[in-house]
């Protein structure tokens, strides 16, 4: 395996989460299978029910499938589609938060609980209160509060969610065009990591000159697959800007922002969507990410590849070697 290879190919995966716990490398990504929906903008073509849990002792090494760690049919409150999951550890358990559409088919984010990082995983069951919209993104900071980030437009239903009570209406199927960019969600978890202990808030993506990301600058808006890394003190938002196909981040003092537009960290891949992790392992830092090219350009069936990174001497995120041409 090299960088520019799936990890894993004899299934189909997306959407890496990857942490590194008890020394290995566990990666939480979306199980994808070929639903046979046509595809479109909501994503229905995005069925995925279940999760798989991946680890590795060295990038580029052998990686153990550790099997099915949560199913569909185990979770009272789902209805369909479990997306993009993330896992955190505290106290001695890890919790896996993923979302998934309830039965009035309205997403929400949900959390299961296990002993291992492994899995397997006991779900709650009810989601978490407050949750709504898709990919769940925790982060434990150093003096131990954890947060969780969130939200995803179109399919992911965040531009529904405008007057804080959900709309389902023509209107509500796409975002905003002018104006402020909607914006990721974030709130602080409780000690027992089930339930958020403060209101949710937008995550607040500044320009250069100090304003608010416009609706209409697609290359550089939140559109889905929030993520958050520490580096050198400072708090880096990442995220894919959707339809534009771009992974970008911003920078904060803050984890609750507001964060400063930084860049971009990996051009369009091949197939629709992008989405990421970014985690330290053994003194390196790396991208996981995901592709379609183990099925060649069918979009909801995708593979987990990784990437080295680097920063520069202003904390600017780069490749460590040139992304190659698609």
Request: charged fraction near 25%; charge should be negative.
């Amino acid at each position: 395996m090299t960088d520019k290879e799936p990890i894993v190919t004899h299934v189909y995966t997306a959407d890496p989460s990857a942490h590194v716990f008890k020394g290995k490398l566990y990666v939480y990504p979306s199980h994808d299978i070929d639903s046979g929906i046509p595809s479109n903008d909501n994503g229905d073509q995005y069925g995925m029910n279940d999760y798989r849990v991946f680890s590795m002792e060295e990038v580029g090494g052998p990686v153990t499938d550790h099997g099915v760690a949560l199913k569909q049919e185990d979770i009272p409150w789902v209805s369909k589609q479990l997306w993009a999951p993330d896992a955190a550890e505290k106290n001695g358990k890890y919790y896996l938060y993923f979302p998934a559409r309830d039965k009035e088919g309205t997403f929400r984010i949900g959390v299961a609980v296990g002993d291992e990082p492994s899995g397997p995983f006991k779900p709650e069951p009810e989601p978490i209160n407050g949750s709504f919209s898709i990919d769940p993104a925790s982060f434990v900071d150093d003096d131990g509060q954890a947060y969780l980030y969130f939200g995803g437009i179109w399919g992911g239903q965040l531009q529904c969610w405008g007057t804080g009570e959900f709309i389902k209406a023509k209107y509500s199927t796409m975002e905003p065009q002018s104006g402020p960019a909607l914006s990721a969600k974030v709130a602080k978890l409780s000690e027992d990591m089930r339930s958020f202990a403060s209101e949710v808030q937008d995550v607040v993506i500044l320009d250069e000159e100090g304003k608010p990301i416009d609706s209409s600058d697609h290359d550089r808006r939140f559109f889905e697959a929030s993520w958050m890394h520490k580096y050198k003190g400072k708090y880096y938002f990442s995220y894919s800007t959707g339809d534009t196909h771009y992974l970008a981040y911003a920078v904060g003092d803050n984890p609750l922002g507001p964060f400063t537009y930084g860049g971009r960290i990996l051009e369009p891949v091949i197939g629709w969507t992008t989405h990421h992790s970014i985690v330290e392992f053994k003194g390196k830092w790396y991208l996981f990410y995901h592709d379609s090219s183990l099925s060649g350009g069918v979009n909801h069936l995708r593979c987990v590849k990784i990437r080295e990174i680097v920063y520069d001497d202003q904390g600017k995120i780069k490749l460590a070697e040139a992304q190659p041409k698609i």
